[in-house]
């Protein structure tokens, strides 16, 4: 941004408003939970805020924004490390990667995931609700079903590939 101008600022708040939920939905595909990615966009838009000088005019705003929220990603991750919850640094870069191609709407993101979570087996819904919603362990859920957490963990992975083969094949019918 230049020297402060009242309408440079006010462009600057109107892209910085628009990207919100490219932001959050960017977050959340890296982090995996809610609560710690609403932590996360938090900070990202204070970070934002305080480097608004040194955004160019006329730049693309949401790919300067997404480099700011990645490393306020990182960040947190460095930050909580020793969480079992969050992931190491290894599958958290990959997760970035894939989040930042995958930068589409998070509405039209969310509307495929509800028609793709329909279509899963029954079984399937329940384990995800089981480590999401009531917010389980691997470890709880494996003892809970008498399985090995290994196996545990490997459902969840074709889980969440048949997912994201459904959400990706949703969005390309849907023309997004």
């Not at 990202?44 to 480097?51: D, M, Q, S, V």
């Not at 930050?79 to 930042?100: C, E, G, I, N, P």
């Not at 809970?144 to 048949?162: H, N």
Request: aromatic share 8%; charged share 30%.
């Amino acid at each position: 941004m230049g020297d402060g101008g009242t309408e440079e600022l006010d462009v600057y708040v109107q892209q910085l408003t628009a990207c919100q939920s490219r932001l959050r939905g960017y977050i959340l595909a890296s982090l995996g939970n809610y609560a710690n990615a609403a932590d996360v966009l938090q900070r990202a838009n204070l970070t934002l805020w305080k480097k608004a000088r040194e955004f160019r005019p006329g730049a693309e705003f949401l790919p300067w924004a997404l480099t700011i929220t990645r490393y306020e990603i990182l960040a947190y991750l460095r930050d909580h490390q020793r969480d079992r919850h969050v992931f190491s640094d290894d599958v958290a870069k990959l997760m970035l990667d894939a989040a930042t191609n995958e930068v589409s709407d998070p509405a039209d993101r969310q509307v495929a995931l509800r028609k793709c979570l329909e279509k899963l087996p029954h079984r399937s819904r329940d384990l995800l609700w089981q480590r999401y919603d009531d917010e389980k362990s691997i470890r709880q859920i494996a003892t809970e079903t008498k399985r090995s957490a290994d196996s545990v963990k490997c459902l969840f992975l074709r889980i969440r590939k048949t997912l994201e083969r459904c959400i990706e094949a949703t969005l390309r019918l849907d023309g997004t």
